[in-house]
Structure formats: structure tokens, C-alpha cells
């Protein structure tokens, strides 16, 4: 099977750079995908990694090391806009399933 | 072009009743799958569809079932509800083999089961 972690929560100020860390155990994926998901609201995609480096997309970039069983979110000039929980999940099963890490919860402060 | 739409947005069961549960998925998608969320919890893979055919299922038991239809929109039938079903059920859409473009999902049913 597969397993994600994540911190569960993570606080940052206004204008600032956050990092959302998630490692992962698995023996086969297509790559890691990042989504995030406001209270109440549908998960929105925001990034997938195939190989390994980093992926830029706007404000948002996502990281992968497969070596390291490691990814991460990076999220720069934040905005309270950004408040959400954020989930990093791995394709898996041919590429037909998505298996979510346990979320982690951004607050944005002034 | 339109997003993903569920219906309904709410609602509540009594345990040992069934449910249906319907997604239209975007337009100019071919696949749908659907998720379990539970309270403060990441989404779970119920089972996919493709082609009108079930095509990958995560670890729920049987009363769990699906179908999708020619237009590509699915239903997700539980029976014999218990407790613990009362979750956030997500439906997504996707191109075959377009996940790294990413799953359009729905704002899901929230169902509780009392």
C-alpha cells in the first residue's frame, strides 16, 4: 500500500514564504500531485511532479526527490486567500487512483 | 465549459437505508471517480470509471457500487448504511490518462448517516 505525512498545520504571515513538506512510502507511482481544498470545498489541482525537480507554476512550485521519498509545496508571496487545507497525493494504480496524505492546514496571518 | 456539479449537496440517511448519489463530470471528460472524505481526513478512492466499466476500486466493500453512463456521468449507490459512511463524498473527472493535468472535482455530497 501507500502512506503520506504531513504536518498537520502551519502558520505563516502575509506576503511571506511557506513550505508544506510530505513523504511518502510506496513501491511504484506515476508521480505526486498537490491540491488544496478550502473548508466545505471541492479540492482544486494545483501541481503534479512526473520526474524529479521542481515544477513552477505562478506563486506555486512543487518539489519531488523520489530517491528521498520526498515532496513538498512551496508557496511564496502568500495571501490570506491562501487559508486551506493542502494535500499532496500520489498517483498510483495505473494512474487511475490518487492516494491522499493527511492534509495539512495552512493559516495565513496579517 | 462547465465544471464538475453532485447532487445532492446534503443530506441525511437513517442506517440500513440506501443511497444514490450523482456527478456530472466537465465536459470533454471521459472518466469519474469517486472519493470518501472524512471529517479532517484526506479523500479516500472509492472506485473509477471508464468506459461505462469500473476500472480501479480502493479498499471498500462490496455495498459500495457505481455506474457511469454514455454522457459520462455516474452514480455512486451505497446500501445498507452505517455510521461510519457519514462522510464528504467527492466525485472527480478526468481524461484517460490525463492526471498530470489533475482531477476536476466536485464540491461533493455531505452525507450523514444517524
Known amino acids: 500500500g501507500q502512506s503520506l505525512e504531513q504536518p498537520s498545520e502551519v502558520t505563516a504571515v502575509e506576503g511571506a514564504i511557506v513550505q508544506i513538506n510530505c513523504t511518502y512510502q510506496t513501491s511504484g507511482f506515476y508521480g505526486l500531485s498537490w491540491y488544496q481544498q478550502h473548508d466545505g470545498g471541492a479540492p482544486t489541482f494545483l501541481s503534479y511532479?512526473?520526474?524529479?525537480g521542481l515544477e513552477e507554476t505562478g506563486r506555486f512550485s512543487s518539489f519531488l526527490s523520489r530517491s528521498d521519498s520526498y515532496g513538498y509545496l512551496l508557496l511564496q508571496e502568500l495571501q490570506m486567500k491562501d487559508s486551506a487545507s493542502y494535500f499532496c497525493?500520489?498517483?498510483?494504480?495505473?494512474?487511475?487512483?490518487?492516494?491522499f496524505g493527511t492534509g495539512t492546514q495552512l493559516k495565513v496571518e496579517l | 465549459e462547465t465544471g464538475v456539479t453532485q447532487s445532492p449537496t446534503h443530506l441525511i440517511k437513517t442506517r440500513g437505508q440506501q443511497v444514490t448519489l450523482r456527478c456530472s463530470s466537465q465536459?470533454?471528460?471521459?472518466?469519474v471517480s469517486w472519493y470518501q472524505q472524512a471529517l479532517g481526513q484526506g479523500p479516500q478512492f472509492i472506485f473509477q470509471y471508464y468506459r461505462e466499466e469500473e476500472n480501479g476500486r480502493g479498499n471498500f466493500p462490496p455495498r459500495f457500487s457505481g455506474l457511469q453512463f454514455p454522457n459520462y456521468s455516474s452514480e455512486l449507490n451505497v446500501n445498507a448504511l452505517e455510521l461510519d459512511d457519514s462522510a464528504l463524498y467527492l466525485c472527480a473527472s478526468s481524461f484517460s490518462g490525463g492526471y498530470n493535468y489533475g482531477y476536476t472535482f466536485g464540491s461533493g455530497t455531505r452525507l450523514t448517516v444517524v
Open positions: 497525493a500520489l498517483v498510483t494504480g495505473g494512474g487511475n487512483k490518487l492516494t
Open positions: 511532479n512526473a520526474l524529479d
Open positions: 465536459s470533454g471528460h471521459n472518466t
